[in-house]
């Protein structure tokens, strides 16, 4: 079984910082593209910023300069280091990860169970 666990999430001033961290665990051969991704309420859930196995990422328009994502494959983690933070990045915030279980299987989807991230203004 495949479990992601997320911390750090919580309550923030506007231009505050928030660090997000994300831990993959369980019995899998190896993680592709690890990122995160928010969802507001009444809003559908979108990509804040992703990182390749590589280390190449891209990010929403709305968090570029602000946000910054990284990863520590020996870990098998993902972080978002949240600068700036504005009230509209309140949001629960999402870890997602591609993952391949076995040598021969391909790469599936997987989620962590949320963190809430509230900017008050």
């Known amino acids: 079984q495949v ?26 051969f190896s993680i ?8 507001a309420p009444g809003k559908q859930r979108e990509l804040v910023a992703v ?11 709305s968090v570029k300069g602000r946000f910054t994502i990284s990863r520590d494959n ?8 949240m ?3 504005k009230p509209e990045d309140t949001a629960v915030y999402y870890c997602n990860a ?6 021969n299987s391909g790469y599936s989807p997987y989620w962590g169970q949320g963190t809430q991230v509230t900017v008050s203004s």
């Open 3 to 28: 479990q992601l666990v997320e911390s750090g999430g919580g309550l923030v001033q506007a231009g505050g910082s928030l660090r997000l961290s994300c831990a993959a665990s369980g019995s899998f």
């Open 32 to 39: 592709n593209d690890m990122g995160w991704y928010r969802q």
């Open 51 to 61: 990182i390749t196995r590589g280390g190449s990422t891209n990010s929403a328009d």
């Open 74 to 81: 020996a870990k098998n983690t993902v972080s978002l280091q």
């Open 83 to 85: 600068n700036s933070l």
């Open 98 to 103: 591609q993952i391949k279980r076995y040598i």
